[in-house]
């Protein structure tokens, strides 16, 4: 029998989980992040199957999603729409795949893996081949009537593409947002003084429950399409992987990352090659969902009260996380600027422990009114530095006030601002030959350089009032810098100071946009692409043109004069090198290891600097060390300076 303590904790939950449902499927405004819930949930069900006797039909754990809106029609669905049970861990998928082919009675189990979208489910109904009626899963036997608003879907055909439609086809699918779109929906939503969005999933389940379609219709959804729930009509798919052959030839979107798998080894591998591609998606996920293949299987194994005994999601670590603001202290930039950081309570997300979140920048900081003693959501998607993507307005200390940020940081900032120069002027940046630290002192100390386009309204006048300069010294000096107004758009990207990006990652760069630009437009997916720029790179690009001082700089400097010959944008990408991970050692006859390193990335391929398991060729050139025994020792891929001169001519 359950204890006193354990029947209050029952309560508890099921009383905070109805509360939370709420909020996520009709409000659309969510308070929990989804792993919260998931605890909250794995912690009933835990009690519930300790003592069975307390298990309900009202209990969430026997539930699917939660009521209709009384805003909208009801509509009863042909067929239940269930649930997936959750796999959190490789013990549990591993659980699933053993009771399924003991029921079976099969050595291994054909399943078809697709992406878990993070959306929201509807249904839509084609009588002879027209969309007839379109629902939300609801409580997944009662839906709300949501066609007039699924007409407005661009990607949603109102009539399948076949010359003898079914008499009556029900289609299941997940309505969501692209994350490109869903950037563009919240800059749209600044601009106009409005309430940005939580997260890709509420904003389509938002847009997709408005009242009036004009709504939906100005909102860029889309849909992924994953099963039939009804069927009337002649040649039904026996499987499910041509299930989702016959949807994709009727003119219904739906994944392109799924694929068919023989067995346990390959759904692992499936896993893990879905989880490292997650960032370049263009579309959130949480996990992999495997479903046996073959239809008359997936009878035999049945359902229980909300999920199917034949399909599992196998969820992702997740990248999202609460914690607490315990300060805010302010740091200073390559370029000089001031970047607002967030000391936070240390919390495990994305596999690491997390102490410290970057703020970017005042307008951001202000824009999300992040305040000390804030409960807050850290997000951190693979290898992406940590940010806060809200505040928990609801669990905020009612003595709270807003941080104001110092104007200066004064002799941090000299020292900053005159790092910031002597970067500008190296050699691999602007090359301005004469100016040395103790002339960059000076200039940043007498205030005539504040940021480096300063450098470019200097005159002799202002230079020979300084110390140790001559008429002759002050004049070679203009001159030098009067020179590096003749750049290439490399250079200059690189002598911007753009954290995290190099020399080779500058010239990718360049050559991939072509104009300065194209590279302050792009977007978060655009710069991922290319070669040398992951993640964080490509955030830190997008936050360095996203602040306004930085953009008035670049068009300060363009005033100036600085100018480079058109760039010819890169057609060298080799599909045979395209993220291949190579790593050079030793030394090169026929060109330097930061010849070969630019002629590879260009190429496409991702250079680094160590070897590990990831790694998939090793060049080994004369006089290597202790990376090519690794290589060796990890019976990687090893190839010569021959083999470097080949794979530069692959095509």
Known sequence: MPTEGELRRVRELRETIERHNFRYYVLDAPTLLDSEFDCLLRELETLEKKFPQLVTSRSPTQKVGAEASSAFSEVKHLTPMLSLTNAFNESEFLEFDRRSREKLNCASIEYVAETKLDGLAVSLVYEGGALARAATRGNGSTGEDVTLNVRTIESIPLHLNCKEPPKLLEVRGEIFITKSDFERLNSDQISRGEKTFINSRNSAA?????????????????????????????????????????????????????????????????????????????????????????????EILGQVAKAPRWAIAYKFPPEEATTVVKAIDVQLGRTGQLTPVARLESVFVGGVTITNATLHNEEELKRKDIRVGDTVIVRRAGDVIPEIVRVILERRPKDSSPYVMPSSVPEQTLVQRMLSITHFASRHAMDIDGLGNKIIEQLCRSKLVLDPSDLYHLNLNSLISLERFAEKSANNLLISIEQSKHTTLARFLFALGIPEVGVTTATSIA????????????????????????????????????????????????????????VEISTLIDPALLDRRIVLTGTFTSMSRDEARMALTERGAKVSSSVSQNTDIVIVGSNAGKKAEKAASLGLQVTDEMGLIDLLKMK
């Open 206 to 298: 938002g847009s997709l429950r408005q009242l009036d379609p004009k709504i939906t219709a100005t909102r860029p959804l889309s849909i992924c399409c994953y099963a039939i729930g009804h069927f009337v009509g002649s040649k039904r798919p026996t499987t499910h992987y041509e299930v989702l052959d016959y949807l994709k030839g009727i003119g219904m979107p739906v994944s392109g990352e799924t694929e068919l798998l023989r067995g346990i080894n390959q759904c692992r591998s499936y896993y893990k090659r879905l989880l490292a591609r997650r960032e370049k998606l263009g579309y959130e996920i949480d996990g992999a969902v495997y479903k046996v293949n073959n239809l008359s299987s997936q």
């Open 511 to 566: 050559t991939t946009f072509g104009t300065i630009d194209n590279i302050a437009a792009a977007n978060l997916e655009q710069l991922v692409d290319v070669p040398d720029v992951g993640p964080v790179v490509s955030t830190s690009i997008r936050a360095f043109f996203d602040e306004q001082k930085n953009r008035e700089m670049i068009q300060r400097l363009l005033d100036c004069g600085v100018r480079w010959p058109k």
